[in-house]
C-alpha cells in the first residue's frame, strides 16, 4: 500500500513515505521554501511556525505548524 501521511505539530513537519520520493515544500503565499529529499518511513522536518503545502508526487498536504 502506497500510504503518505503528513502532519506538523509544534514546529515540526512529520512525513510518512511508503518509497522514496521528494517533498517540496511552500509557504502558503507560494513562496518556495524547501526541496526535501524523502526516504522510505519515516521522517521529521523542523520548520519555522507557518502554514505550508507540501507536494509529495501527485498529492498535496496543507500543514499549520
Excluded at 5 to 28: C, E, N, Q, W
Amino acid at each position: 500500500e502506497d500510504k503518505t501521511t503528513v502532519y506538523g505539530k509544534d514546529g515540526v513537519l512529520y512525513i510518512h513515505v511508503a518509497r522514496p520520493s521528494t517533498a517540496y515544500i511552500y509557504s502558503f503565499d507560494g513562496r518556495f521554501a524547501k526541496l526535501l529529499p524523502l526516504t522510505a518511513g519515516d521522517m521529521e522536518v523542523n520548520l519555522s511556525q507557518g502554514q505550508y503545502v507540501i507536494r509529495i508526487d501527485e498529492r498535496v498536504f496543507k500543514v499549520v505548524l
